[in-house]
């Protein structure tokens, strides 16, 4: 991989856009070159723009917590987009690089708020990838396209932190660290914690195991199953249960079901009282309903003379109408007639206000001339006023400013003097500080310098008291450790002493799966066997049932057939009943039919003293003939009902024959599904209890068992044997208890004796390590404290002839920088003063004569005013005097109002008097058209009252019955002739249910049940008795009930429990031997393994580049045994024959030359499968080095550029960035702000 270009906008502290393009300027031919730039500037920026271009993740955040808000934008810690710069609408990172196929790629990272506004929310991050020499086809998805670059590049994010970011500074840190931290380090540096988690993983794993084992057998121990003896009592007591409680619900149903019978007797005997009392109301309802009748014929009478009343009654209300016209016409009429008498004095007095009018606008014409003239003077006087006020304001305003300005201009120029005085007199006293401006930025860099090595020094003694204490503990710690170790290794003989004793004692795993297996065969024998006995006795129930049904069914047969003949007998009578009440229907319809038309007929016909046209009597009976009629037609109704009422009692029987038959059908249908069921159930009863049979022979065989008819005697011997099987089982689970706790003792005491190991070579290794940092921080100390005093002379040289105090200020640099800005900024402003001092003195001048010029043209402007103002108060005194002050075009308006009012009455008057006359005129007609109108109605109502009392008189009828037959209406009249037969109706029915219910009470009589009730007690008392003892033999069966479920799911869960404990042993024995291999809490075993072999093919890729740096030196793995010195890393010095010693004991500039040869072999490690990298970065750590070794570290970059690869080194070290000739400069600007800048030497 090599990069071509780094492309970046709003970025941390890089505002805007930046570019660093390798392909041109001055970077093209630079092999090496340094990226610089104070702390926090944004050196490291430029990194991490490669990291999220490429991999979109930012290095500085790999430790940072997961949640919680850093930002207002409600980021977490961990989120990439929080490099956007505060207050930019939007921000890239981009990279150009060569991929592995040869083509040039463009990766770009981008985020941007919304709408690209500085105070949008935060959008998602997206990902771009584009080919600058090709056309492939291109993920477009943030996913896809990580996936495409690191098929490009060969490396992931870690793989290329490490190969291109080189990490010689945490390889300082791990020379320096103890054997765990040295652990952690290299964990960090090459990838390889995953072996530490799989170590943890398969303790965790182990541990897993042995709780599911424990949980399981605690599970087993938690189940209380009953013994084969106690089961089968608890088998006995059930059975027992059983029959007791099916003896008692028979009684009780026996005792139910007769006091059902009496309850449904009672209920037919309630219904009997109930239909005859309503025949009784019925029968009285139809006695009292003749009066009804008798009313219903005259109504229907009157009915026929509704019309004529209607008409007379129309009539007399027109003739009323009539009458109350006339007299609102002759009202009407004498209203006119006055109404013109008022109309005409109005007008004359409307003409006269008219005259007088027009004489008032005549007399007020010479005045109205004469202040016309004097208003138009007095308009021109008060023009001449404001415009004189306005002149007069505007001299005063313009005075008032120059009188201002002249005050301001002759201040400054006061203020100016004095300014320029003090400021000359200030720098005169302090002369001595302009030297100080001149070194002023050597100085405060030796301040710097002086501050922070005290403050090292002070770090450095701290360190040292530390270092100290610590070298006591350690030393404390390892007599310690070494004093556990030996107490360890005794538990741990003695454990493993037990261990093999309870192996000896344990039963082998076939003697207890022997067991085990006999126990629960057995067990399910015993319990098969009770179950086949209670079989047996559900079989004989389920046969007797069977017959029971049988019976039910031949007698609903039986009553089925006698239903059937009543039914055959009624429907051959039924169509002659029907015909026979539908004929006798009719002849009754039409005999009253022909009734009510005859006689209506015969009384409008008949004349007294005339012939009959029917008999030719001239005597005409007709009270007689209704008579006649009315007794006929009672004795149609009569017999029409009785046909009726044996019709309905028929069709009745025949709907209960046919509900009862569906009833029957519907029982019979249910009795012979139920039958059939029972017969296949009965079957399959037998079929299972013959095989459960033969099933229990064959493993009773099997198990040396004999089989015997007598089951008792079976139950006694299979309890027998279960229970010494029981005894066996709870002696081997004691031995196997017994095992498994010993070797859990010795797992234990092993891990205990190995921890106690780790820990003895661990506090003898921090010894070493204590003692090497204790001698290191000293002659550290030695240096900087020699470092410190040279500062102090370079400052007193500058400072003590100025300040004699320095040493004493809290911050010589504050100080410094104050004073030699306030020489500044003082001598700017006199040099400001001085400049502006002649052009102050001639604005002074200029002003003054301004405010002379002003104040003239005020006063002249003030004398044109008075004069104005005197003109103006002669002309309104004048005009006062005229019109009594008004204007003349408000005299003229009203004027012309009132000439305007006075001819518009004098119009309305005139207006109001014809059409009084017209008003008058239609009055008159209106009332001769009313008096004829009364006349005609009069003529109409009197004729209509002669006919009315013509037919009322032949009716023997009076108005109020023809009125009120009216009110009543047709509809009235029907719904009471409905009424009435209604009546009659229910006579009729209540009859027949009285019949019904009397048949259905003889019914129920001849079915009445045996009486079961026992002597001295009642039915009641009975039923109660029986329900109790019924309630309490079903609790006892549901409590044995229970009893023997609880039981049957205990057995069935420890068989269970016991396979799943089996099952769990093999599964757990893999997980077991690997945690015994490679497992441990801590993953130190399985990663120690893999870590030494990392370090070995480390230290071989380093050694290669250590050659070229430092030939004397050699790098080797420490020997040993422990965790601890296996991480050690030793120097071979090959100047020395051979002889090894610990980094420790190097030199600054040697350990900086090794971390680098560590680091550059990481590098190669990671790139690895082919993979090529063409870019390095070293991030400081140039600091210790002195002039020689940093000529090799140089040199080691340059030979590092003739091999094809470009070096870019970030430093603070001045000699570093002298050697570089090519440098990106990133200085820091106001706001934040950094800049980047290319330079050469």
């Known amino acids: 991989m090599r990069i071509l270009s780094i492309h970046g906008k709003n970025l941390a502290s890089l505002a805007g856009e930046f570019s660093l393009d390798f392909r041109q300027g001055p970077l093209a031919d630079a092999g090496i070159f340094a990226i610089t730039g104070p702390t926090g500037a944004g050196k490291s920026t430029l990194l991490d723009a490669m990291c999220l271009a490429l991999f979109d993740s930012l290095p500085r955040l790999d430790d940072a917590p997961r949640s919680g808000e850093s930002t207002q934008d409600g980021l977490s810690p961990s989120d990439p987009r929080g490099i956007l710069r505060h207050g930019t609408g939007d921000g890239y990172a981009a990279i150009e690089f060569v991929g592995r196929d040869g083509h040039t790629y463009r990766s770009e990272w981008s985020v941007q708020r919304a709408r690209k506004r500085p105070d949008g929310s935060l959008q998602l991050s997206k990902m771009a990838l584009t080919c600058l020499d090709a056309n492939p086809a291109l993920p477009d998805k943030k996913k896809d396209i990580k996936e495409y670059i690191l098929k490009q590049i060969g490396l992931n994010d870690q793989q290329f932190r490490r190969a291109v970011v080189l990490a010689q500074g945490e390889f300082e840190a791990f020379i320096k660290a103890s054997g765990d931290e040295r652990a952690q380090l290299l964990e960090k540096l090459t990838g390889t914690a995953i072996y530490t988690r799989i170590g943890q993983l398969a303790f965790e794993k182990a541990s897993e195991v042995k709780k599911t084992y424990q949980l399981i057998e605690q599970q087993i121990t938690a189940r209380d199953c009953l013994d084969p003896t106690d089961r089968a009592d608890l088998e006995e007591q059930y059975a027992a249960a059983q029959n007791a409680f099916a003896a008692s619900s028979a009684h009780l149903q026996a005792l139910q079901t007769l006091q059902t019978w009496h309850a449904k007797r009672a209920e037919h005997a309630t219904r009997l009282e109930q239909a005859r009392k309503t025949l009784a109301d019925a029968e009285t309802a139809q006695a009292n309903a003749a009066p009804r009748r008798a009313a219903l014929n005259r109504n229907r009478h009157a009915l026929a003379l509704v019309d004529v009343w209607q008409n007379n009654l129309d009539a007399k209300q027109e003739s009323e109408k009539a009458d109350a016209a006339l007299e609102q016409s002759r009202v009407a009429e004498q209203e006119a007639l006055v109404s013109v008498r008022n109309a005409r004095q109005k007008q004359a007095d409307a003409v006269s206000a008219l005259t007088q009018a027009q004489q008032q606008q005549k007399e007020a014409a010479p005045q109205l001339a004469a202040a016309r003239t004097v208003d138009q003077a007095l308009e021109t006087a008060r023009t001449a006023c404001a415009t004189a006020h306005k002149t007069?304001?505007?001299?005063?305003?313009?005075?008032?400013?120059?009188?201002?300005?002249?005050?301001?201009?002759?201040?400054?120029l006061g203020n100016a003097q004095t300014l320029q005085a003090d400021l000359q007199k200030w720098l005169r006293t302090n002369q001595p500080l302009e030297r100080l401006v001149h070194d002023e930025h050597d100085i405060i860099n030796a301040l710097a310098t002086r501050d922070a090595l005290h403050k090292n020094i002070e770090a450095l003694q701290s360190t040292l008291a530390e270092q100290t204490e610590e070298l006591a503990k350690a030393q404390a710690a390892t007599d310690t450790a070494q004093q556990h170790q030996t107490e360890a290794e005794a538990s741990l003989q003695q454990a493993a002493h037990t261990l093999a004793t309870a192996r000896n004692n344990a039963p082998s795993a076939r003697q207890r799966d022997a067991v085990y297996e006999e126990y629960a065969a057995l067990s399910k024998i015993a319990q098969d066997n009770t179950v086949l006995q209670k079989d047996l006795s559900f079989l004989g129930q389920t046969r007797q049932e069977h017959k029971t049904l049988q019976a039910d069914i031949a007698r609903l047969a039986d009553e089925r057939q006698t239903r059937q003949k009543e039914r055959e007998h009624a429907e051959q009578a039924l169509p002659e009943l029907r015909i026979r009440a539908e004929e006798k229907r009719k002849a009754a319809t039409r005999l009253a039919a022909a009734m009510d038309g005859t006689v209506l007929a015969l009384r409008?016909?008949?004349?007294?003293?005339?012939?009959?046209p029917v008999c030719g009597a001239t005597e005409h009976h007709l009270a007689s003939l209704t008579t006649v009629l009315d007794d006929a037609v009672t004795q149609a109704r009569a017999e029409a009902a009785e046909t009726e009422q044996t019709l309905r009692t028929t069709e009745q029987r025949l709907s209960e024959l046919n509900a009862q038959d569906s009833a029957a059908s519907t029982l019979r249908k249910q009795m012979e599904?139920?039958?059939?069921s029972l017969s296949q159930r009965l079957a399959e009863h037998e079929n299972a209890?013959?095989?459960a049979t033969t099933a229990l022979h064959e493993a009773l065989r099997t198990w040396s068992e004999a089989p015997d008819p007598d089951a008792e005697a079976l139950t006694r011997r299979l309890r027998a044997r279960l229970e010494r099987l029981s005894q066996n089982k709870t002696a081997m689970a004691q031995a196997q208890e017994d095992l498994d706790r010993a070797d859990k003792a010795e797992r234990e005491a092993r891990a205990t004796h190995k921890e106690r190991c780790t820990h003895a070579d661990h506090a003898a290794e921090c010894l070493r390590t204590t003692q090497s940092a204790c001698k290191t921080t000293q002659d550290t100390l030695k240096t900087e404290?020699?470092?410190l005093e040279e500062q102090d002379r370079f400052l007193a040289g500058r400072l003590d002839t100025i300040a004699p105090d320095w040493r004493s200020l809290p911050n010589p640099g504050q100080w410094l920088a104050h004073k030699t800005a306030e020489w500044r900024d003082r001598n700017t402003r006199l040099q400001a003063v001085t400049t502006e001092l002649p052009g102050l003195t001639a604005e002074a001048a200029r002003t003054a004569q301004a405010n002379l010029t002003t104040q003239q043209q005020r006063d002249d402007a003030q004398k044109a005013l008075t004069q104005a103002q005197t003109d103006l108060s002669e002309l309104e005194q004048k005009r006062a005097a005229l019109l009594d002050g008004r204007s003349?075009?408000?005299?003229?308006?009203a004027l012309a109002e009132a000439m305007q009012t006075a001819t518009e009455q004098e119009k309305q008057a005139r207006d109001l008097h014809e059409n009084a006359k017209l008003s008058a005129a239609k009055a008159h007609t209106l009332h001769q058209e009313a008096e004829r109108t009364v006349t005609s109605t009069g003529e109409k109502q009197a004729a209509c009252l002669r006919i009315l009392n013509e037919r009322l008189a032949a009716s023997s009828l009076t108005r109020e019955e023809v009125e009120q037959a009216s009110s009543l209406g047709v509809g009235y009249l029907e719904d009471e002739q409905k009424s009435l037969d209604t009546l009659e109706k229910s006579v009729t029915t209540a009859q027949a249910t009285v019949t019904t219910h009397e048949r259905l009470l003889n019914d129920h009589d001849a079915t009445r049940p045996t009486d079961p009730t026992p002597e001295g007690l009642s039915l009641e008392e009975a039923v109660k008795h029986a329900a109790d003892k019924t309630g309490q033999a079903e609790t006892t069966l549901q409590d044995l009930e229970f009893r023997r479920r609880q039981d049957d799911e205990a057995r069935g869960q420890t068989e269970k429990l016991l396979t799943e404990l089996e099952q769990a042993r093999q599964k757990g024995r893999v997980?077991?031997?690997l945690n015994d291999l490679l497992g441990d809490a801590k993953g130190k075993t399985l990663r120690g393994f893999a870590q030494n072999l990392t370090l070995d093919r480390l230290l071989g890729f380093a050694n290669e580049k250590l050659a070229g740096l430092k030939p004397r030196y050699t790098l080797q793995r420490a020997g040993g045994d422990t965790p601890d010195s296996t991480m050690l890393i030793e120097v071979v010095d090959n100047d020395m024959a051979g002889q090894t010693r610990g980094l420790h004991n190097l030199s600054g500039g040697e350990r900086f030359l090794v971390s680098l040869s560590l680091a550059l072999g990481l590098s190669e490690m990671s790139c690895g499968h082919g993979?090529?990298?063409?870019?390095?970065?070293?991030?400081?750590?140039?600091?210790?080095?002195d002039s020689a070794s940093l000529g090799q570290a140089i040199a080691l970059l340059e030979d590092l550029h003739a091999q094809g690869r470009r070096v870019g080194v970030i430093s603070h070290v001045e000699e570093l960035k002298e050697r570089i000739s090519t440098k990106v400069e990133i200085t820091p600007a106001a706001n934040g702000r950094s800049t980047l800048n290319i330079t050469t030497d």
């Open 888 to 893: 003349v075009d408000t005299v003229e308006n």
């Open 1171 to 1185: 993979v090529r990298i063409e870019s390095l970065f070293i991030d400081e750590g140039f600091g210790s080095l």
């Open 673 to 676: 599904s139920q039958q059939q």
């Open 785 to 787: 404290t020699h470092r």
């Open 1071 to 1073: 997980w077991e031997e």
């Open 392 to 412: 007069f304001n505007a001299r005063t305003d313009e005075n008032t400013r120059a009188q201002k300005q002249a005050q301001q201009a002759t201040a400054a």
């Open 604 to 612: 409008e016909a008949l004349t007294p003293g005339a012939p009959c």
């Open 689 to 691: 209890y013959a095989r």
